[in-house]
């Protein structure tokens, strides 16, 4: 059974950092493509960043681009995203998923990262 279990989000002030962390288990991690996507109060999910399976090739949404960093430890079976200079609009719970668009699903419970003065 897939299970992606998101941690590290918070509540963090304008300019902040986080990192958030997915552990992942029940596939061969090393074998998929990973996503963030994050879903904001009366919206749909967005995708925010992207890894190939060994790390070597990542992309990020325009929104984010810059200020975003995703990583993976394959060896750990752990997605990260650091989450730089946060603003206001990055305020969304946070998935990390292995899959695609429109669903993104399987995907975990999600981990909230609120950006607030």
């Known amino acids: 059974e897939v299970q992606l279990v998101e941690s590290g989000g918070g509540l963090v002030q304008p300019g902040g950092s986080l990192r958030l962390s997915c552990a992942a288990s029940g596939f061969i991690f090393s074998n998929y493509e990973m996503r963030w996507v994050r879903q904001a109060p009366g919206k749909g999910l967005e995708w925010v960043s992207a890894?190939?399976?060994?790390?070597?090739?990542?992309s990020y949404a325009n929104a984010v681009k810059g200020r975003f960093t995703v990583s993976r430890d394959n060896a750990q079976n752990t997605l990260y995203l650091q989450l730089n200079d946060l603003k206001t609009e990055d305020t969304a719970k946070y998935y990390c998923t292995t899959g695609t668009s429109p669903s993104y699903w399987p995907r975990g419970q999600g981990t909230q990262v609120t950006v607030s003065s």
């Open positions: 890894i190939n399976r060994v790390g070597g090739g990542t």
